[in-house]
């Protein structure tokens, strides 16, 4: 190999883009702009070394003679000059970890359900995102659980009964929607795609799929809202969390009241940030922002967790007591969101709350906390009455029309499905709305199948619920004793 | 290597049979004639190419010297004169995906069990006949749980009982039969095998298994029944899906009728195709037929699911009262299939049906409906008195003489046997009749060995239900409030 | 390669021991004496065609080049004179199939408990006796339900109470023992060991195990017996199979009385043979006898199953009512063996037997039989008052010291064990000690711990049954109709 | 290769340190110096060998040609000069199972939980400590569902409780505590870090964890408890095994007090050592010393089971009775450890104990005895006076704040945690302090979400036992015979 022209390290650093770009290793000069794309590993984690020294991360995958046996010779441009290395030419380059991609994407109709959603974000989308999103506390059983359990419960069909057209037409809230579902709140849509919660928005208007902004979003309020044309009136909900300057809180809800949207989702599950260890592993890219809270991304001794770090504004002092100053700064409707006993279902009635939202944050706070749908059915039992006073929402693992069916004969108005559609976004607006298209197909479809054609046709009998009815608590009965602990006291002996 | 003999185009193509078979690989030209009946992948693959240039297919595969390192060179038949090549030459060979053979089959007699039917036919029929039969509803949770929930069934075996000499005779609907059990109607079988449902008929004969022919068959009726000789008077039932245009349903009927079927069964539970998603996820040959329902495969951008586009015809508000239009047209017996309810299967009874097929279609339509064994369960309890009424029939998961001999214990008359039908006739008609022996046997030792040497002596006290019995409803009983949810309803304050 | 000394077939034929064995592989002829015993694939693959042409054998193994690279040069010998190849010479080497060592066996010592045994017997046996050994009917779930369900039972120890000083010996059918437990009956033990059932008789003497020995035992009583010397009055029991033939019943019964066995278990849960898949598949060397039953193994097209074939003599017509013509030859003691209901259980006490033995052929014969310990609480339940009328035996997956004593404190007097004396007589008479010293010692520390020293102290509360109770079967009641099916009877309308 | 100097024996010999190090290998000397630090394998299994012949150890993983294609020629020293081999330079050098490490370990403080503290330890200790930490009785049945059953419990969380300020602060047996905790006694903690339970006491001071001492420490109770200045009173017990000779007890009971720990826990489910199968397969290094019990390892042909060996001396003739013999010679606080039943339990309270260790020694003795919490959930259904009577304690699979949480709110005082605190002293002092943190926080963050802000507001409320209440005894009830077997009975027939 005599091609041994001396390249200088300014004449290399110009190769520097995709569209250009070449990379030194082993002191060679390798033109790389035709074969990064079809980089099994991806261009990316080429590109990052474009116009660079390339030799550290290239050997710690290939062997020495991959570059020569795979590229022409043509593409061997000459060697480095290395009178001309700079400190910091031979400087690393710039962590890019949380934009890798790692697979090309397949095609979005060739995705045909939620999990297919999920699958496709596992494998595309960078560790991070993927982390902070999929994460649950410490050992993931609840949000496991909450999955499961659905499949515990057995559909009880009647046939024969018309099912030509089935309608999953309902209204939340006093908004009419074409499915009963909505979009829970969930933190941070820009880190799977750029068009963020606007592109949620977007993809929802279609079936006016109402979606819960988060405290925690990637744009405020005044931008998402208008990502969908006024004249269509779409259905949007903020999700609040109370801060501990109330006075924050008050201003974000004057704001949010501005922007036309009547309900708030009263997030209460989270006084404190559970602990989602794979979140904490993987550091996160700091400086990302969540402009409603004021939030910054950085990464401690603790790990990278984004959930714990950007969650420090919330009150871990609210209490029942404090929904009379929500009261006074916030005039539409209420939900309380994170209720996990039928106890606390009871007094959001009792409170005159508009609805509440049944469900454990995904599992993502504390962990062997009750799947959802546990929750609604322990309601069912000791306070059938609160479903005549309050709607009453599920959400946590509902990844099947199957799932929804049996929230609503169960008792609910609609459920809440969140983690799906950051992984659906993946695909912006357009993946949006294919998935909302399969969530209502399965829902149709369910419907017919159990022998119903409207909603309000939904009822229990419909549905099996053997398989749990012995894990449903009753009142406040057990058959422990209960604060007869001597905790702490020292038996007369022992005091010797 | 000098033999560069220059080949014209015209000259290769002439060699595209399997018996003279060449290809062209990298300009290449070789006489693969005799390799390609031992090629790991099947000759098919290869002779698809023959009279070709197979570069593209080759090279996705294999490494360049695969074929030079491997073939004798006096298989090196020249190379291609390039200047002959003609457009239409180079198009890629006709797609043949329902036709590959990826393995060879065992020899049948070393088949000894329904499993090995169904791992031979994944392993050995092409991708997409594989995902239609095998498919089911969304999840497969009905589906496998039809076939665990057997195995929670425990025999109470009692012994010496002089069992030397059993049978497994019996009556279904009217028919002498050799064995309690038919062939549940299901679609399309001639995409395992030309024989189709032809050769299920020939290979039921000898122990007179009731065949119920689809309404989707491959074969018309009247090319189906004449398979078995007439004097063999083989019992024949026909399925019907009730179709929109009601006189082509009639006119079907009428038809059935002339070939001397004296019994249909209604399929009723699936008003709307179930969501298959394997079979989705396989493009379909466009064009197959099913001459009784008058429809066509085709793709779409759901999917290639043959039981979603094929099921097009079918009426979902075909309802109850709509028997009496069936009573008119047909005047034999009528045997309602898919009940999923004692409520349903006693409205059976109660209009007079002559029998009832408990099952869920093979998981194929509703996923987490419930498993076949818990239906003929909830009968037992609920309505005792229909087992003397009419008869009653499960299908779904039955894959073991021990699970018919439950099912017949706990009141069935006899069972019906969907998929594992297909998979036996992937060995045509001989196959089918293996696999009859196969189940007529494992029946035999298993009354033997419960105690019984006739199926009239079947009774409930030979099974424990106990692991079960928990999960079988009990009238309309359930611990939840119903119908009394506030869906979309607001509370007087979230009208402010 | 110039060395072709050309060698005679009669000459090659020479070399056809161990010790001097010489292969003929692609003409070549190689002195493979020295390589054989290293051979990763075990000697005795290539000894079997010690101065023959293995080049059929080895092709299917190995690359060509395998021993020109391996071997010394000084290994060839020469090339086969191919004017001297007969047919004789050239037919393939005897079957060896049983025999066929895989691995060599780990130090009997480093051998811990009754797993360790079966694993090392799974990897050193031959297939076909692995097979034969380990095989169970069908699906295979009662025998592994059998293991499975001692662990659903917790213990419920006693702390404190002086267990320095356990003792485990106790006394079966008025015989002295060492352990409460004893070798159950298992066929054909030459198989695996040529000392066979004699291995086992005096592996059991120190202990003072009872054996009782396999009516298809592969050396007849009149040599077991004396394999442990007559003063050690060593307590050996006998199992029968009824033979269609009942005079060779009789003779055997008068045979085995004359060698002094007291007691006979009839063994009544096979009147017909179960269907072990596992035994079908492997073929099996033809020829091999059973002495007492007068049996011969062979092939047919159903496969290989030794227990199918050999068990052809057995009288499925036995019943109840024929222990008349038992007791009439038989003036000893008597245990029914296979017993799966309390309502057989009970029987056997009112007829006055002397033993019944709990259990299923260790899953062998009917899929989904209840596992041993289900039927022992099952008598518990419905007739406790068996228990102080004859001894009550369990088998079926007992392989550790705790499953011992949970059957002892459930009320049973000992416990058989099958398979796993098998797996140990692998090592011969002294595994079958190292064995039974593992099995006590498990039970002695077990006793230790749950707060007994004497087996005579074993009661049910140290035991709970709470995860088994809801299984157990109490009196004949079941929710489910019985005996009320319609089956093969016409309703009105279909007779039309 | 001609570099064939001759090297003697003592010159080889002196190149013995990991600074300097050659070895030989099928007589040719290498230096491999540079090469010992990026063994896969890692160095010490090289050092070990340095100045030595590893050719034997050398052969069992590497083929010939491995070190001579991989280092530079340079490093051929040269060939053994084989007239200089002395019998004792020819010995394999010293074992050092014990002290090998596989792996590196990561950063402490990338360790966030206890799962990761065991797998850690897992691959980076020795595989002898390894099997003896980590070893359970026979299958592990009773050491994976002590963990599994804490997640059978579900958390009924109340929320909006004003959690801004949580205090994990309770007292242990009269001792102020940061956490309700305390490090269960666990054996010889300097096998796996050379500061042992010294490195126990100061990682625990911070929190003041108490530190139960075991009987068999690695270190002398008077080194460890000067390990934590005497002005921060850190709680130390200790763990006392009754020995066979009483005297030896005695002596050592003065010299405890002396160093002024004020509570023993007597250990009393240990009276003979259970079946550490894990523990048994891999040798010890022998002659390792407990020094407060005298015991020093040793294989011997069962195995090289520390547990049992280390044992010997413990009385299993200990009763009741004795505790009069324990209060003469103990005039401080008693907790009798390893109550595994109600009855023992009560029996604590009821002769003045002044506390209680519900648990099965980590499932490493009797396997298949009740899983901690069921023990616990026992005592509060039959003898729920005891606690206010005495404290009670769990061991056993606590692994998460959430476990000490359910124990809490189910009764509890505190909880023992045992391996966990082995794994944390990998990393030494400092390892143990930040497991410490881990648990706090984890602790802290469950007790704000379920509603608490403070140890005494446990109540039995606050989690759902539904899933473990069927498997919690009552009383002595259960529903079989007990004490009526015929075991070794003869009925009068066998008598003839």
Known sequence: MTNQTLLTVEEIRKHNTPEDCWIVVDGNVWDITDFAPQHPGGGQIIWKHAGRDATTSYSEIHAPSVLSSNLDPSKLKGAVDSSTITDEWQKPPPKLTTKLKLHDKPDLYSLINAQDFEDVAESTISKKTWAFYSSAATDCMTRSKNREYFSKLWFRPRLLRKVGNVSTKTTILGHDVGVPFFVSPAAMAKMIHPEGEKGIARGCSDLRVPQCISNNASFPVHEI??????????????????????????????????????????????????????????????????????????NDRQGGGIGRIMGNYIDPNFTWDDFAWVREHWKGKIVVK??????????????????????????????????????????????????????????????????????????????????????????????????????????????????????????????????????????????????????GRMSERAQL
């Open 225 to 298: 809202v208008p990502a969908v044309p006024k004249e269509k009136n779409h259905p949007f909900f903020f999700q609040l969390y109370v801060n501990r300057e109330r006075e924050k809180s008050e201003a974000l809800l004057r704001h949010v009241a501005a922007q036309g949207i009547d309900t708030i989702f009263v997030t209460v599950d989270g006084p404190v940030q559970g602990k989602r260890e794979a979140d904490e592993r993987v550091k996160v890219d700091e400086g990302l922002i969540t402009p409603m809270s004021g939030q910054s991304t950085k």
């Open 338 to 487: 994170g209720i996990q006993s039928w106890q606390d279902a009871k007094k959001c009635a009792d409170l005159g709350m508009e609805g509440v939202l049944l469900g454990n944050h995904g599992g993502r706070n504390l962990d062997t906390s009750p799947p959802a749908i546990l929750i609604l059915l322990e309601c069912q039992r000791n306070c059938p009455e609160i479903f005549s006073q309050l709607e009453i929402f599920v959400d946590g693992g509902i990844r099947r029309g199957t799932d929804i069916l049996k929230c609503l004969c169960l008792g609910a108005t609609a459920v809440g499905i969140g983690r799906p559609f950051l992984y659906a976004l993946n695909y912006g607006e357009e993946g949006v709305r294919h998935f909302n298209d399969i969530m209502r197909q399965e829902l149709e479809v369910a419907m017919a199948l159990v022998g119903i054609t409207d909603l309000a046709q939904c009822e229990a009998r419909f549905v099996s619920t053997a398989e749990l009815d012995a894990m449903v608590g009753v009142g406040e009965e057990h058959p422990y004793a209960s604060g007869k602990r001597l905790r």
